[in-house]
């Protein structure tokens, strides 16, 4: 499955929560320096949807806050 994932870094709390038309906005706690937010992101997608880490993959926007990520059973 596909989503598209609009990120939020150095937020106090981390969240996900879906906005309409199967977008998601996910807070997480880390900076967006050296990959550390998407490696968060990558984290807590995972946790979301109950699959393993090397199963989430960012297809496109590493370095933007709007990315297309790609999940696999």
Do not use: Y
């Amino acid at each position: 499955m596909k989503i598209n994932v609009k990120i939020k870094p150095n937020s106090r709390k981390e969240s996900i929560e879906q906005s309409g038309a199967g977008e998601f906005v996910v807070r997480v706690n880390a900076p967006p320096v050296e990959g550390r937010a998407n490696e968060a992101l990558i984290e807590l997608l995972s946790r979301h949807f109950g699959v393993p880490k090397r199963n989430v993959t960012i297809l496109k926007g590493r370095s933007s806050r709007t990315k297309l990520v790609e999940i696999s059973q």
